[in-house]
C-alpha cells in the first residue's frame, strides 16, 4: 500500500505522533517476544513451544539536512532532539519493520514467515524537489489485517490536519486588502487631523473641500486604499510569500501585449505542506494573517460604520 497525502499541513507535531505510534507498536511486540524467550529459556530444545519465533521489532529514523549530512539512529530521543531546527532539515523518514515465524495452517513448527514494513517519508520542497510532500508506504507477508490497521491509523492522523488551501489561500485578496485599508484609514485620520491643524495655511478651496461630505466619505476611502496599498501592502505580501501555489501561463493579454498568469490552484493542492525546511514557519505565518485578519475586519467594519453615519448626518 503506497499513497500520498494530499492538500494537508504537516506539523511537526504530528511527525512525533506517528513516531510515537510507531514506537508503541514497537514495544508491544517487544513484549510479545520478551515473554516468548522468557516462556521457552529453561526448557529442552524438545519442549520449547514458540507462537512468535525469531522475533525482531525495529523502528528507525532517518534525517537528511539541506547542508547534505543524512543520518540513520534508532534511538528515538536522538530523533527528537535533532527537530529543533527544522529549517535545517530536508527530509525525515520513518521506518518500522516487525519481522516473526508463525506455525502455518496444519504445520507443528514454525514455518510461515510474517512481516510488516511500514515507511513514512516526509519531503520539504526546494534543493530539487518542487514540492513538499508526505508518503506512506505499507508491505506485508501474512499479516494483511495488521498492515491495514497501521496503514488506517497513520493515514487518519496525517489527514486529521487543516487543509493546505483553507480560507486563508483561497481568501488572501481579502485578507489582504482588510489589512492594507485598515493602514490607509488610520494614515487618512492622521492627514485629516495634520490638515485641521493646519486649516489656516492651506488654500481656501482645499479648505472648503474638508468640510464636504462627499469629500469626507468618498475621498477618505479613496485617501486609505491609495496609501494602505502604497505603504502596507509589501508588509501582508511578504508573510504570504512563502506559502503562496506557483503560477501558470493562462493566456495572453491583446490589449497590454503580455502574457498572463494565474495560481495554479490544481497542482497545489495535489502536494501538502510539511512544515520544515521552506515551510518551518509556515504554521507561524498562517496564525499571524488570521490574527492580523481578526483585527483589521473590524477595522473596516467600523469605518464603513462611521461613513454611513456621517452620510446621512452631515449635509
Not at 525495529?58 to 540513520?72: A, K, L, M, P
Not at 502455518?104 to 513448527?109: I, L
Not at 514455518?111 to 506512506?136: C, P, W
Request: aromatic fraction near 14%; include cysteine.
Amino acid at each position: 500500500m503506497n499513497n500520498k497525502i494530499v492538500n494537508k499541513q504537516i506539523p511537526m507535531q504530528k511527525i512525533i505522533d506517528i513516531a510515537n505510534y510507531l514506537e508503541d507498536y514497537k514495544e508491544k511486540y517487544d513484549e510479545i517476544f520478551k515473554k516468548e524467550k522468557e516462556k521457552n529459556k529453561n526448557l529442552a530444545f524438545s519442549d520449547r513451544n514458540f507462537e512468535y519465533e525469531n522475533g525482531n521489532a525495529e523502528v528507525r529514523y532517518t534525517i537528511t539536512f539541506h547542508n547534505g549530512q543524512r543520518i540513520t539512529e534508532s534511538d528515538y530521543n536522538w530523533f527528537i532532539g535533532n527537530l529543533s531546527n527544522t529549517r535545517a532539515i530536508k527530509e525525515i523518514e520513518i521506518y518500522l519493520s516487525v519481522t516473526y515465524y508463525t506455525k502455518g495452517q496444519n504445520e507443528d513448527y514454525n514455518n510461515q514467515y510474517n512481516k510488516v514494513y511500514v515507511s513514512v517519508d516526509f519531503r520539504d520542497a526546494g534543493m530539487n524537489l518542487k514540492h513538499s510532500d508526505t508518503e506512506i508506504n505499507v508491505e506485508t507477508t501474512n499479516q494483511e489485517r495488521e498492515a491495514n490497521n497501521i496503514y488506517s491509523t497513520i493515514m487518519n492522523t496525517l489527514e486529521d490536519t487543516e487543509d493546505r488551501y483553507n480560507n486563508t489561500m483561497k481568501h488572501r485578496k481579502i485578507r489582504t486588502q482588510c489589512f492594507t485599508i485598515s493602514v490607509g484609514i488610520i494614515l487618512s485620520y492622521i492627514l485629516y487631523v495634520i490638515l485641521k491643524i493646519n486649516i489656516d495655511q492651506i488654500p481656501p478651496v482645499l479648505a472648503e473641500y474638508l468640510n464636504n461630505k462627499y469629500v469626507l466619505v468618498f475621498g477618505q476611502w479613496f485617501v486609505a486604499i491609495l496609501l494602505g496599498n502604497i505603504f502596507s501592502y509589501w508588509y501582508i505580501i511578504s508573510i504570504y510569500k512563502p506559502l503562496l501555489p506557483e503560477t501558470k501561463y493562462a493566456g495572453y493579454d491583446s490589449t497590454t501585449y503580455k502574457s498572463k498568469y494565474k495560481d495554479d490552484i490544481e497542482d497545489y493542492i495535489e502536494h501538502s505542506e510539511v512544515h520544515f525546511g521552506k515551510f518551518w514557519d509556515a504554521e507561524k505565518r498562517r496564525t499571524q494573517i488570521e490574527k492580523i485578519y481578526k483585527v483589521t475586519r473590524i477595522i473596516v467594519l467600523v469605518q464603513l460604520l462611521i461613513s454611513l453615519i456621517l452620510f446621512f448626518v452631515l449635509k
